[in-house]
Nanobody, 120 residues
């Protein structure tokens, strides 16, 4: 069982930056692909970004490419999402998730989410 706890959400103006963090309680953190997903009001949850076990490979949704950066620290069991140039449409609850080699088919563990609100 892996427990994931997100932090760092809040209210930010459009064009601003925010950094989300995810703390994982597992001794095998480096064995998981870590990802960030989000769900805006009235919309389905969508993929945002993911990083491979070592962090060498990263994947992004087209909507956040060039603005968001995912990273991980396997020594600290944490994953982060640096969000720059935030837009109103980035407003959502952001979820941290952990998965295996078939992560694209579905993540295995989820955090409870942290709310990001981008204001004009």
């Amino acid at each position: 069982q892996v427990q994931l706890v997100e932090s760092g959400g809040g209210l930010v103006q459009a064009g601003g930056s925010l950094r989300l963090s995810c703390a994982a309680s597992t001794r095998t953190f480096s064995g998981y692909v870590m990802g960030w997903f989000r769900q805006a009001p009235g919309k389905e949850r969508e993929f945002v970004a993911a990083t491979s076990w070592s962090g060498a490979n990263t994947f992004y949704a087209d909507s956040v490419k060039g603005r968001f950066t995912i990273s991980r620290d396997n020594a600290k069991n944490t994953a982060s999402l640096q969000m720059n140039s935030l837009k109103l449409e980035d407003t959502a609850v952001y979820y941290c998730a952990a998965g295996g080699s078939r992560w694209r088919n579905g993540m295995d563990y989820w955090g409870k989410g942290t709310l990001v609100t981008v204001s004009s």
